[in-house]
Protein backbone atom coordinates (compact mmCIF):
# COMPACT_ATOMS: atom_id res chain seq x y z
CA UNK A 1 0.00 0.00 0.00
CA UNK A 2 1.47 3.34 -1.06
CA UNK A 3 1.92 6.08 1.90
CA UNK A 4 0.00 9.38 1.65
CA UNK A 5 2.32 12.06 2.83
CA UNK A 6 -0.19 14.68 1.79
CA UNK A 7 -2.88 13.06 4.02
CA UNK A 8 -0.69 12.11 6.82
CA UNK A 9 0.15 15.68 7.00
CA UNK A 10 -2.67 16.75 6.75
CA UNK A 11 -3.85 14.61 9.85
CA UNK A 12 -0.77 15.66 11.64
CA UNK A 13 -2.21 19.13 11.18
CA UNK A 14 -5.71 18.24 12.77
CA UNK A 15 -4.24 17.57 16.30
CA UNK A 16 -4.07 20.77 17.72
CA UNK A 17 -0.66 20.13 19.76
CA UNK A 18 -0.13 23.85 20.43
CA UNK A 19 2.82 23.21 23.72
CA UNK A 20 2.82 21.43 25.69
CA UNK A 21 -0.24 19.75 24.32
CA UNK A 22 0.23 16.62 22.07
CA UNK A 23 -3.34 15.92 21.02
CA UNK A 24 -2.41 12.59 19.09
CA UNK A 25 0.06 13.71 17.00
CA UNK A 26 2.57 11.44 18.40
CA UNK A 27 0.01 8.24 18.44
CA UNK A 28 -0.27 9.20 14.54
CA UNK A 29 3.62 9.19 13.95
CA UNK A 30 4.22 6.11 15.97
CA UNK A 31 1.99 4.17 14.39
CA UNK A 32 3.16 4.70 11.14
CA UNK A 33 6.60 4.31 11.89
CA UNK A 34 5.87 0.78 13.42
CA UNK A 35 4.11 0.03 10.38
CA UNK A 36 7.54 0.56 8.99
CA UNK A 37 9.62 -1.42 11.29
CA UNK A 38 10.61 1.09 13.88
CA UNK A 39 10.06 -0.11 17.41
CA UNK A 40 9.10 3.49 19.41
CA UNK A 41 9.49 4.16 23.05
CA UNK A 42 7.74 7.42 24.46
CA UNK A 43 9.65 9.43 26.82
CA UNK A 44 7.32 11.94 28.72
CA UNK A 45 8.53 14.37 30.71
CA UNK A 46 7.04 16.92 33.59
CA UNK A 47 4.02 16.95 35.38
CA UNK A 48 0.58 18.13 35.05
CA UNK A 49 0.07 21.15 32.63
CA UNK A 50 3.46 21.35 32.08
CA UNK A 51 4.08 17.32 30.90
CA UNK A 52 5.42 17.38 27.47
CA UNK A 53 5.36 13.33 25.34
CA UNK A 54 8.73 13.09 23.56
CA UNK A 55 9.54 10.29 20.98
CA UNK A 56 12.10 8.31 20.05
CA UNK A 57 12.08 5.41 17.12
CA UNK A 58 14.35 3.63 15.45
CA UNK A 59 15.23 1.07 12.78
CA UNK A 60 17.84 -1.07 12.48
CA UNK A 61 20.51 -2.23 15.56
CA UNK A 62 23.74 -1.36 14.04
CA UNK A 63 26.09 1.94 13.17
CA UNK A 64 25.62 4.36 11.92
CA UNK A 65 22.63 5.77 13.18
CA UNK A 66 21.16 8.41 10.87
CA UNK A 67 18.70 10.51 12.82
CA UNK A 68 15.84 12.63 11.68
CA UNK A 69 14.99 15.17 14.54
CA UNK A 70 12.24 17.68 14.84
CA UNK A 71 8.94 18.48 16.95
CA UNK A 72 5.45 18.17 16.48
CA UNK A 73 4.00 21.17 18.78
CA UNK A 74 3.22 24.26 17.24
CA UNK A 75 2.30 27.79 18.27
CA UNK A 76 -0.86 28.65 19.53
CA UNK A 77 -3.31 29.63 16.01
CA UNK A 78 -4.08 33.39 17.35
CA UNK A 79 -7.45 34.76 16.46
CA UNK A 80 -9.14 32.31 14.56
CA UNK A 81 -11.76 34.61 12.72
CA UNK A 82 -8.37 35.90 10.43
CA UNK A 83 -7.73 32.34 8.97
CA UNK A 84 -9.24 31.77 5.75
CA UNK A 85 -9.76 28.40 6.77
CA UNK A 86 -9.02 26.51 10.28
CA UNK A 87 -6.30 26.37 11.87
CA UNK A 88 -5.82 22.84 12.39
CA UNK A 89 -8.16 21.53 9.29
CA UNK A 90 -5.34 20.56 7.44
CA UNK A 91 -6.89 21.27 4.37
CA UNK A 92 -5.64 21.25 0.68
CA UNK A 93 -6.42 24.00 -1.45
CA UNK A 94 -5.06 25.55 -4.42
CA UNK A 95 -2.24 22.74 -4.45
CA UNK A 96 -1.23 23.51 -1.36
CA UNK A 97 -1.52 21.79 2.55
CA UNK A 98 -2.93 24.69 4.33
CA UNK A 99 -2.75 25.02 8.64
CA UNK A 100 -0.62 25.44 11.76
CA UNK A 101 2.49 23.54 11.56
CA UNK A 102 2.28 23.39 7.82
CA UNK A 103 5.51 24.53 7.32
CA UNK A 104 6.79 24.54 10.94
CA UNK A 105 7.31 21.22 10.74
CA UNK A 106 4.32 19.01 10.62
CA UNK A 107 4.55 18.88 6.38
CA UNK A 108 8.50 18.14 6.99
CA UNK A 109 8.20 15.19 9.48
CA UNK A 110 5.72 13.67 7.05
CA UNK A 111 8.30 13.96 4.24
CA UNK A 112 10.53 12.41 6.30
CA UNK A 113 8.67 9.40 7.26
CA UNK A 114 7.28 9.22 3.25
CA UNK A 115 10.59 9.14 2.31
CA UNK A 116 11.41 5.70 4.06
CA UNK A 117 8.03 4.50 3.26
CA UNK A 118 9.10 4.85 -0.67
CA UNK A 119 12.25 3.44 0.20
CA UNK A 120 11.45 0.49 1.87
CA UNK A 121 8.26 -0.24 -0.38
CA UNK A 122 11.05 -0.90 -2.52
CA UNK A 123 13.21 -3.62 -0.97
CA UNK A 124 15.25 -0.94 0.42
CA UNK A 125 16.84 -1.85 3.87
CA UNK A 126 19.55 0.72 5.46
CA UNK A 127 23.07 -0.82 6.16
CA UNK A 128 22.59 1.22 9.59
CA UNK A 129 19.94 2.49 11.52
CA UNK A 130 17.55 5.48 11.21
CA UNK A 131 15.96 6.88 13.99
CA UNK A 132 13.46 9.59 14.81
CA UNK A 133 14.17 11.93 17.89
CA UNK A 134 10.56 13.72 17.79
CA UNK A 135 9.63 16.15 20.44
CA UNK A 136 6.17 18.31 21.92
CA UNK A 137 8.31 20.82 23.49
CA UNK A 138 10.40 23.04 20.82
CA UNK A 139 8.06 25.88 20.15
CA UNK A 140 8.01 26.73 23.95
CA UNK A 141 9.95 26.74 27.07
CA UNK A 142 12.31 23.65 25.61
CA UNK A 143 12.41 22.42 29.20
CA UNK A 144 10.98 19.10 28.49
CA UNK A 145 11.64 18.52 25.47
CA UNK A 146 15.16 17.52 22.82
CA UNK A 147 17.21 18.35 25.94
CA UNK A 148 16.55 15.55 28.54
CA UNK A 149 15.09 13.34 25.50
CA UNK A 150 18.62 13.19 24.16
CA UNK A 151 20.32 12.66 27.42
CA UNK A 152 17.50 9.70 28.01
CA UNK A 153 18.34 8.14 25.04
CA UNK A 154 21.66 8.06 25.93
CA UNK A 155 21.54 6.80 29.02
CA UNK A 156 19.76 4.00 27.74
CA UNK A 157 22.79 3.10 24.92
CA UNK A 158 21.51 4.93 22.29
CA UNK A 159 23.97 5.99 19.96
CA UNK A 160 23.19 8.93 17.45
CA UNK A 161 26.17 9.13 14.44
CA UNK A 162 24.28 12.03 12.20
CA UNK A 163 21.19 14.19 12.36
CA UNK A 164 19.24 16.15 9.76
CA UNK A 165 16.55 18.41 11.52
CA UNK A 166 13.51 19.37 9.67
CA UNK A 167 13.13 22.88 9.90
CA UNK A 168 12.06 25.45 7.85
CA UNK A 169 15.44 26.52 6.67
CA UNK A 170 14.47 27.98 3.30
CA UNK A 171 13.13 31.81 2.92
CA UNK A 172 11.11 31.82 -0.73
CA UNK A 173 12.23 28.66 -2.10
CA UNK A 174 13.84 24.84 -1.75
CA UNK A 175 17.45 24.72 -2.42
CA UNK A 176 18.45 27.81 -0.74
CA UNK A 177 19.94 26.97 2.50
CA UNK A 178 21.30 24.14 4.67
CA UNK A 179 21.85 25.58 8.10
CA UNK A 180 25.14 24.17 9.64
CA UNK A 181 25.18 26.26 12.65
CA UNK A 182 23.35 29.00 14.69
CA UNK A 183 23.89 31.53 16.87
CA UNK A 184 23.40 31.63 20.56
CA UNK A 185 20.89 33.64 22.36
CA UNK A 186 21.10 34.90 25.46
CA UNK A 187 18.18 36.75 27.67
CA UNK A 188 18.27 39.11 30.35
CA UNK A 189 15.77 41.12 32.51
CA UNK A 190 17.79 44.08 34.21
CA UNK A 191 16.05 45.43 37.26
CA UNK A 192 17.07 48.84 39.05
CA UNK A 193 15.85 49.55 42.40
CA UNK A 194 16.07 53.22 43.77
CA UNK A 195 13.99 54.65 46.09
CA UNK A 196 10.86 56.33 45.57
CA UNK A 197 10.87 60.13 46.52
CA UNK A 198 9.14 63.65 45.02
CA UNK A 199 10.84 65.31 41.95
CA UNK A 200 11.27 68.24 43.86
CA UNK A 201 13.45 67.12 46.70
CA UNK A 202 15.53 64.53 44.68
CA UNK A 203 18.38 64.74 47.01
CA UNK A 204 15.89 62.74 49.41
CA UNK A 205 14.93 59.79 46.91
CA UNK A 206 17.80 57.69 44.63
CA UNK A 207 16.22 57.66 41.03
CA UNK A 208 16.63 54.52 39.16
CA UNK A 209 16.54 55.65 35.57
CA UNK A 210 19.74 56.91 34.96
CA UNK A 211 21.44 53.95 36.40
CA UNK A 212 19.41 52.14 33.79
CA UNK A 213 20.38 54.29 30.93
CA UNK A 214 23.96 54.31 31.85
CA UNK A 215 23.37 50.72 31.89
CA UNK A 216 22.22 49.96 28.46
CA UNK A 217 24.31 52.48 27.40
CA UNK A 218 27.13 50.84 28.14
CA UNK A 219 26.34 47.40 27.11
CA UNK A 220 25.10 48.56 23.66
CA UNK A 221 27.82 50.89 22.74
CA UNK A 222 30.56 47.86 22.50
CA UNK A 223 30.68 46.15 19.47
CA UNK A 224 30.72 42.61 20.22
CA UNK A 225 32.81 41.43 17.10
CA UNK A 226 33.06 41.52 13.19
CA UNK A 227 31.49 37.84 12.36
CA UNK A 228 33.72 35.60 10.86
CA UNK A 229 33.67 33.11 7.90
CA UNK A 230 30.55 31.47 9.13
CA UNK A 231 28.04 33.73 10.96
CA UNK A 232 27.13 37.49 10.69
CA UNK A 233 28.10 39.81 13.53
CA UNK A 234 26.59 39.11 17.39
CA UNK A 235 24.03 41.86 17.96
CA UNK A 236 22.81 43.06 21.40
CA UNK A 237 19.16 44.51 20.85
CA UNK A 238 16.98 46.29 24.10
CA UNK A 239 13.37 45.13 23.49
CA UNK A 240 11.69 46.86 26.29
CA UNK A 241 12.65 49.45 29.02
CA UNK A 242 9.31 49.52 31.52
CA UNK A 243 9.10 52.28 34.29
CA UNK A 244 5.52 51.85 35.26
CA UNK A 245 5.13 55.14 36.26
CA UNK A 246 2.09 57.37 35.47
CA UNK A 247 3.19 60.05 37.71
CA UNK A 248 5.25 63.52 36.57
CA UNK A 249 5.79 64.25 39.86
CA UNK A 250 7.03 61.14 41.46
CA UNK A 251 10.44 59.73 41.22
CA UNK A 252 10.20 56.01 40.63
CA UNK A 253 11.40 52.98 42.81
CA UNK A 254 11.87 50.69 40.13
CA UNK A 255 13.28 50.66 36.50
CA UNK A 256 13.35 47.42 34.44
CA UNK A 257 14.51 46.50 31.00
CA UNK A 258 14.89 43.34 28.55
CA UNK A 259 17.60 42.39 25.96
CA UNK A 260 18.81 39.65 23.97
CA UNK A 261 22.09 39.05 22.19
CA UNK A 262 22.28 36.34 19.33
CA UNK A 263 26.29 35.85 19.40
CA UNK A 264 28.13 33.56 17.24
CA UNK A 265 30.78 31.56 17.94
CA UNK A 266 33.04 33.90 18.94
CA UNK A 267 31.48 33.87 22.38
CA UNK A 268 30.57 31.71 24.83
CA UNK A 269 27.32 32.54 27.32
CA UNK A 270 29.18 32.38 30.72
CA UNK A 271 31.78 35.25 28.94
CA UNK A 272 28.77 37.36 28.00
CA UNK A 273 27.14 36.44 31.46
CA UNK A 274 30.04 37.83 33.00
CA UNK A 275 31.02 40.88 31.31
CA UNK A 276 26.92 41.79 32.24
CA UNK A 277 27.57 41.46 35.58
CA UNK A 278 31.12 43.29 35.90
CA UNK A 279 28.54 46.53 33.62
CA UNK A 280 26.37 46.06 36.06
CA UNK A 281 29.06 46.41 39.22
CA UNK A 282 30.62 49.39 37.70
CA UNK A 283 26.92 51.19 37.74
CA UNK A 284 25.89 49.98 41.05
CA UNK A 285 29.06 51.90 42.46
CA UNK A 286 29.02 55.04 40.50
CA UNK A 287 24.89 55.49 41.14
CA UNK A 288 24.73 53.67 44.50
CA UNK A 289 21.75 51.32 43.56
CA UNK A 290 20.87 47.60 43.33
CA UNK A 291 20.74 46.27 39.98
CA UNK A 292 19.34 43.03 39.50
CA UNK A 293 20.58 41.25 36.33
CA UNK A 294 18.45 38.01 35.44
CA UNK A 295 20.92 36.51 32.93
CA UNK A 296 19.66 32.90 30.69
CA UNK A 297 21.70 31.74 27.73
CA UNK A 298 18.54 29.52 26.12
CA UNK A 299 21.22 28.11 23.31
CA UNK A 300 25.27 28.48 22.97
CA UNK A 301 26.73 28.75 19.00
CA UNK A 302 27.78 26.20 17.08
CA UNK A 303 28.89 25.29 13.83
CA UNK A 304 28.94 21.78 11.97
CA UNK A 305 31.41 22.30 9.61
CA UNK A 306 31.31 21.18 6.08
CA UNK A 307 31.95 18.00 6.29
CA UNK A 308 31.08 14.66 4.32
CA UNK A 309 28.01 14.46 5.84
CA UNK A 310 27.22 18.28 4.58
CA UNK A 311 28.40 17.33 1.23
CA UNK A 312 25.74 14.66 1.08
CA UNK A 313 22.94 16.93 2.30
CA UNK A 314 24.36 19.45 -0.49
CA UNK A 315 24.50 16.73 -3.22
CA UNK A 316 21.28 15.42 -2.97
CA UNK A 317 19.41 18.97 -2.48
CA UNK A 318 21.64 19.21 -5.79
CA UNK A 319 20.59 16.02 -7.39
CA UNK A 320 16.56 16.81 -6.85
CA UNK A 321 16.44 20.55 -6.90
CA UNK A 322 19.42 21.60 -9.92
CA UNK A 323 20.43 24.46 -7.84
CA UNK A 324 23.01 23.71 -4.79
CA UNK A 325 21.91 25.11 -1.69
CA UNK A 326 23.78 27.71 0.68
CA UNK A 327 25.82 26.46 3.97
CA UNK A 328 23.88 28.85 6.06
CA UNK A 329 23.94 29.92 9.60
CA UNK A 330 21.37 32.75 9.74
CA UNK A 331 18.05 33.36 11.36
CA UNK A 332 17.24 32.20 15.14
CA UNK A 333 17.71 28.88 17.18
CA UNK A 334 16.81 25.89 16.90
CA UNK A 335 16.71 22.23 18.67
CA UNK A 336 19.83 21.50 16.85
CA UNK A 337 21.83 23.24 19.39
CA UNK A 338 21.44 20.62 22.24
CA UNK A 339 21.67 17.64 19.46
CA UNK A 340 25.43 19.19 18.11
CA UNK A 341 26.06 18.06 21.96
CA UNK A 342 25.41 14.25 20.50
CA UNK A 343 26.45 14.13 17.08
CA UNK A 344 26.58 16.72 14.12
CA UNK A 345 23.83 18.56 12.86
CA UNK A 346 21.95 20.28 10.03
CA UNK A 347 18.97 21.47 9.33
CA UNK A 348 16.93 21.28 6.01
CA UNK A 349 13.42 21.37 5.73
CA UNK A 350 10.37 23.29 3.88
CA UNK A 351 10.37 27.04 2.69
CA UNK A 352 9.29 28.91 6.01
CA UNK A 353 7.57 32.25 5.01
CA UNK A 354 4.29 31.30 6.28
CA UNK A 355 5.24 30.11 9.75
CA UNK A 356 4.16 31.18 13.05
CA UNK A 357 1.65 33.57 10.61
CA UNK A 358 -2.26 33.15 9.65
CA UNK A 359 -2.81 31.17 7.09
CA UNK A 360 0.52 28.94 6.85
CA UNK A 361 1.00 26.71 4.37
CA UNK A 362 3.16 25.02 1.81
CA UNK A 363 2.92 24.00 -1.64
CA UNK A 364 2.19 19.94 -1.78
CA UNK A 365 4.74 19.73 -4.66
CA UNK A 366 7.11 20.98 -2.07
CA UNK A 367 6.33 18.57 0.46
CA UNK A 368 6.91 15.81 -2.13
CA UNK A 369 9.88 17.46 -3.44
CA UNK A 370 11.63 17.26 -0.03
CA UNK A 371 10.29 13.64 0.18
CA UNK A 372 12.57 12.91 -2.80
CA UNK A 373 15.33 14.75 -1.33
CA UNK A 374 15.49 13.04 2.01
CA UNK A 375 15.06 9.36 0.45
CA UNK A 376 18.13 10.51 -1.92
CA UNK A 377 20.01 11.49 1.37
CA UNK A 378 19.48 8.23 3.14
CA UNK A 379 20.52 6.45 -0.05
CA UNK A 380 24.05 8.58 -0.31
CA UNK A 381 24.24 8.12 3.55
CA UNK A 382 23.95 4.64 3.17
CA UNK A 383 25.70 3.56 0.53
CA UNK A 384 29.13 4.83 1.88
Not at 95 to 124: E, F, P, S, T
Not at 196 to 203: I, L, R, W
Not at 267 to 272: K, N, R, S
Request: a negative charge; one cysteine or more; glycine letters at 10%.
Amino acid sequence: MTFETIDFAARLIRCASVTPLDAGALDILQTELETLGFVCTRYPFGAGKDRVDNLYARLGTTAPNFCFAGHTDVVPQGEASDWSAPAFAGQVKDGALWGRGAADMKGGIAAMVGAIADLRAGGWIPEGSISFLITGDEEGPAINGTEKLLKAITDAGEVIDHCLVGEPTNPTQLGQHIKNGRRGSLNAKITVTGTEGHVAYPNLANNPVPALMELLTRLTKRKLDRGNKFFQPSNLEVTTIDIGNPAHNVIPKIARAQFNIRFNTEHHGDDLKAWIIDEVAHVEDDYDCKIDPNLRVTGEAFLTKPCGFTEILLDSAEHILGVRPELSTAGGTSDARYITNYAPVAEFGLIGATMHKVDEHVAVSDIMTLQCIYSDVLTRYFAQ
